[in-house]
T-cell receptor, first 113, second 115 residues
Framework: NAGVTQTPKFRVLKTGQSMTLLCAQDMNHEYMYWYRQDPGMGLRLIHYSVGEGTTAKGEVPDGYNVSRLKKQNFLLGLESAAPSQTSVYFC????????????FGPGTRLTVL | AQKVTQAQTEISVVEKEDVTLDCVYETRDTTYYLFWYKQPPSGELVFLIRRNSFDEQNEISGRYSWNFQKSTSSFNFTITASQVVDSAVYFCALRNSGGYQKVTFGTGTKLQVIP
């Protein structure tokens, strides 16, 4: 099992460019999450999904969109990147059953110039 | 709304000292789950422990121990006889139950163990 994988690992964008981060999991998890990690801010939830075709907003959703067309994939989109979106992005997944631990991907380091 | 507070931003200890990392949480749920994750300098997030709200027994795993107290809404983590390999950022997290289950993280405590 590959677990949770993220593509790409690193990316540099110019302000205003768009991009999509791809997250894939092979554990048949219902829940998937996107977090961003910034110094001193911990992990903040951007969006999450409770199943195929269903998404919900987290703490910091502005400037991002997500889609979950297939159960194993969760895409995070930046339509018009801004320097404030420079961060490390982590994807995570979990079973639906309450209390199950969250599995994390390796992270994507994004720099917006 | 749920919230996790890790008031200690950075802690430095000398190797072999004991250290406790504090975690205080807020939730309206009666059933919830608490977690600790470790993030070493390499950047990945490593799961350490899960505790549900009905189980207030302390847990010990080798040099690690966890003290869960519902009365003070705290879930503290102690490392005994710290080692340099324990240097990392440690995150406490809270997962609600029922409905849409969000997992909320604290801001993390950076632990530096000095040889």
């Amino acid at each position: 099992n590959a677990g949770v994988t993220q593509t790409p690992k690193f990316r540099v964008l110019k302000t205003g460019q768009s991009m999509t981060l791809l997250c894939a999991q092979d554990m048949n998890h219902e829940y998937m999450y996107w977090y961003r990690q910034d110094p001193g801010m911990g992990l903040r939830l951007i969006h999450y999904s409770v199943g195929e075709g269903t998404t919900a907003k987290g703490e910091v959703p502005d400037g991002y969109n997500v889609s979950r067309l297939k159960k194993q994939n969760f895409l995070l989109g930046l339509e018009s990147a801004a320097p404030s979106q420079t961060s490390v992005y982590f994807c995570a997944s979990s079973y639906l059953t309450s209390g199950r631990r969250v599995f994390f991907g390796p992270g994507t380091r994004l720099t917006v110039l | 709304a749920q919230k996790v507070t890790q008031a200690q931003t950075e802690i430095s200890v000398v190797e072999k000292e004991d250290v406790t990392l504090d975690c205080v949480y807020e939730t309206r749920d009666t059933t919830y789950y608490l977690f600790w994750y470790k993030q070493p300098p390499s950047g990945e997030l490593v799961f350490l422990i899960r505790r549900n709200s009905f189980d207030e027994q302390n847990e010990i795993s080798g040099r690690y121990s966890w003290n869960f107290q519902k009365s003070t809404s705290s879930f503290n983590f102690t490392i005994t006889a710290s080692q340099v390999v324990d240097s990392a950022v440690y995150f406490c997290a809270l997962r609600n139950s029922g409905g849409y289950q969000k997992v909320t993280f604290g801001t993390g405590t950076k632990l530096q163990v000095i040889p």
